[in-house]
């Protein structure tokens, strides 16, 4: 039997992706001392690896498919098949950031600033050669963690850390000075596995299920009764991904409205409906928006 070798990224996307693919339809399942999940499909294995090696991994062929950041495959330098970029934080939209960071009383004002000072960052291939692409002569060295404390205490003169909101950073005070790039969730594969049929048509079956969640994670389905009388005002007011779809009830002055919208307008639109005749409104979540 064919079987697709799947990495599913340890540590902070680990929960997200297993929620990702529980909504596309695969079910993993895993204790916490095992590094191999099960998952309910007989042509998919599953391995966790952490999202920092992930790329190495596919590149080399000990997996086919796999979620990580761009980032990290920008840091490993990874010759492998961007398949999707996949934004999925269920909080927020924001791309996180990769940014050059120092003291909040540091006398540092820009990247120019960092000419022969000392650099304590995680992404350490990624920072070099940014540094020098740019001919600033600085001292990169490799963070084992708690990156923010480094330059608070005055170890380093400045870190390269990763920040969605910033927030973390100001709380430390500390100040951002710099971007060095954005990165989010890429699907990725490996060259040869793309180049598979049988490989290809199941990493296309997984990218077009993730997409459809993924889009569906802020939209809601809406469904209601209005007269012939206020049809004309409910539709004006109707938001959809195309059109309404719109059919006649036993009674022919009464029709059925069904459409999908996004879930930030539900609470706004509602009482609307309601107000320009709308009756019988249900509202219901979607698995899937393909």
């Known amino acids: 039997m064919n079987v697709l070798k799947l990495g599913i990224p340890k540590g902070s996307l ?71 970029d996949l934004i999925y934080s269920k909080v927020s939209t924001r791309q996180a950031r990769w940014v050059l960071v120092v003291r909040e009383d540091s006398p540092y004002k820009s990247i120019e600033d960092m000419k022969g000072k000392h650099i304590s960052t995680e992404l350490v291939n990624f920072t070099k050669k940014y540094f020098a692409e740019r001919k600033i002569n600085v001292h990169v060295e490799f963070s084992w963690g708690a990156t923010e404390a480094k330059v608070v205490e005055g170890l380093v003169d400045a870190i390269v850390e990763v920040t969605e909101t910033g927030s973390t950073i100001k709380a430390n005070k500390l100040r951002i000075i710099h971007d060095l790039m954005k990165t989010n969730t890429q699907l990725i594969a490996n060259r040869a596995a793309w180049n598979d049929p049988w490989k290809r048509k199941k990493i296309e079956q997984i990218r077009t299920l993730l997409i459809g969640s ?9 469904k209601l009764n209005v007269s012939k009388e206020n049809l004309g005002k409910v539709m004006s007011l109707l938001p959809s991904l195309k059109a ?3 059919s006649s009830l036993y009674s022919e002055e009464w029709f059925a409205i069904e459409s999908v919208i996004d879930t930030g307008i539900v609470r706004d639109l509602i009482p609307v409906l309601l107000e320009a005749g709308a009756q019988g409104i249900i509202e219901y979540p979607l698995n899937k928006v393909i």
């Open 214 to 222: 993924l889009q569906a994670m802020d939209k809601v389905g809406i």
């Open 14 to 84: 680990e929960n997200n992706t297993v929620d990702l693919f529980k909504k596309a339809g695969w079910r993993i399942s895993y204790d916490s001392r095992s590094y191999f999940p099960d998952i309910d499909d007989p042509e998919i294995s599953c391995t966790l690896v952490r999202a920092q090696e992930m790329s190495r991994y596919i590149e080399d062929g000990h997996l086919d498919l796999g979620l990580t950041g761009i980032d990290w495959i920008l840091e490993n330098d990874s010759d492998v098949v961007a398949v999707q």
């Open 244 to 246: 309404p779809t719109i």
